[in-house]
């Protein structure tokens, strides 16, 4: 199967929606909340579940285009899409463990691709 340049950006989208998700699942996890009802039912939370769903379906979409074997590697993108918002939109550290991690996971893309 050829690799659709289109649906790669379709996967990358997805996956970079998912990662975002993720991140407004845990800013709405540090607020309090007057009960478990109000915890699991806010916008917040509804929000970032209906964005993973777009996102799932965005990614059943885009395999159309992708070989499953191709999959994996774009979706271990999502790490670094994580790495890189929890530092600018969580404020968490960057230390040189995580740099490390995401170099790996970069070059492991790279060296997937180019073979």
């Known amino acids: 199967m050829k690799v659709s340049p289109f649906y790669i950006v379709i996967f990358l989208v997805s996956v970079l929606i998912s990662s975002i998700s993720q991140i407004v699942l845990k800013l709405s996890a540090k607020k309090e909340y007057g009960s478990r009802i109000k915890e699991y039912l806010n916008p917040m939370v509804s929000g970032a579940y209906?964005?993973?769903?777009?996102?799932?379906?965005?990614?059943?979409?885009?395999?159309?285009?992708?070989p499953l074997s191709f999959g994996p590697m774009l979706e271990a993108t999502?790490?670094?899409?994580?790495?890189?918002?929890?530092?600018?939109?969580?404020?968490?550290?960057?230390?040189?463990?995580?740099?490390i991690g995401?170099?790996?996971?970069?070059?492991?893309?790279?060296?997937?691709?180019?073979?």
């Not at 999502?78 to 740099?99: D, N, P, Q, S």
């Not at 995401?102 to 073979?115: C, E, L, T």
């Open 102 to 115: 995401n170099i790996m996971i970069i070059a492991g893309i790279v060296i997937y691709a180019a073979f």
């Open 78 to 99: 999502g790490y670094v899409y994580i790495a890189l918002l929890g530092t600018f939109v969580l404020k968490e550290k960057m230390t040189v463990k995580r740099l």
């Open 50 to 66: 209906i964005l993973f769903l777009s996102a799932t379906f965005m990614t059943t979409i885009a395999y159309k285009g992708v």
